[in-house]
């Protein structure tokens, strides 16, 4: 009989915020899958390091940082064609992910890969972007207020035109983007309605007025959110 893969939200940093469903998966699978970026720690195996055991496998997934695709999607593939291998086993596999697997996750590249295949099942996770609205004290959006989540590295002239036309706004994937980020927000006049969440639910979180932050400082689990 096949085994099943879990793509198991792990939450946005706090060991505490993590479903009971998650827990359950993660602890019961024989072998634990999770991206790591190449010569550094995966963070969302860091958020559930306590409840694995020697007993279990662990596929570390070792992802380029370049900006190409290629590289990034024959990783996918081998990994893919890795956890297959366990699945066909007769082995389950939870894949952690960083907060939610399908918002903006990287998880739905080997979910593509597996879902025709295998039996793969989806377990929602608390995401970044309801964290660092927790964190925060600002409610994301109201009445009827459209969110935009926008994503930093997309073009200047493209982040001003959503931004412009959007009463509530994310904009996630920070690091050498935010320079780039509050020249736009500068121009629209609405610095002074965005706050920068740096890590939320971390011990190391830092919540600031956009106008306070150093350009120079900001990391890549970092968003602003624009009320
Ligand atoms: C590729 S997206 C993945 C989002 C993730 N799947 C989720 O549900 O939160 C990564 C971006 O999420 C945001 N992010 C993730 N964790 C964060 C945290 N703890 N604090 C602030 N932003 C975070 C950052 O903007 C980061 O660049």
Known sequence: MSGAAYGVGVGP?????????????????????????????????????????????????????EAARFPAMEVYDAAARTIGAHLRRGEDVAILCQG???????????????????????????????????????????????????????????IEERLAAAPAAAIIKLGRHFAKVRRVLDRLGRTEQAWYVERATLPSQRVLRLADVAADAVPYFAMVLVR
């Open 100 to 158: 939610d697997p399908f918002f903006y996750g990287s998880f739905m590249y080997l979910f593509e890969r597996l879902a025709p295949d295998h039996r793969v099942e989806v377990v929602p996770g608390v995401s970044s972007l309801t964290a660092c609205a927790a964190v925060s004290g600002l409610p994301l959006a109201g009445r009827n207020d459209v969110l935009a989540v926008i994503p930093a590295p997309l073009d200047e002239q493209v």
């Open 13 to 65: 940093g706090d060991p505490e915020l993590i479903t009971v469903k998650a827990l359950r998966l993660i602890r019961s699978a024989g072998v634990v899958a999770y991206l790591a970026p190449e010569g550094g720690e995966s963070f969302a195996r860091a958020v559930v390091a306590q409840h694995l055991t020697a007993r279990q496998t662990e596929i570390p997934i070792v992802v380029p940082m």
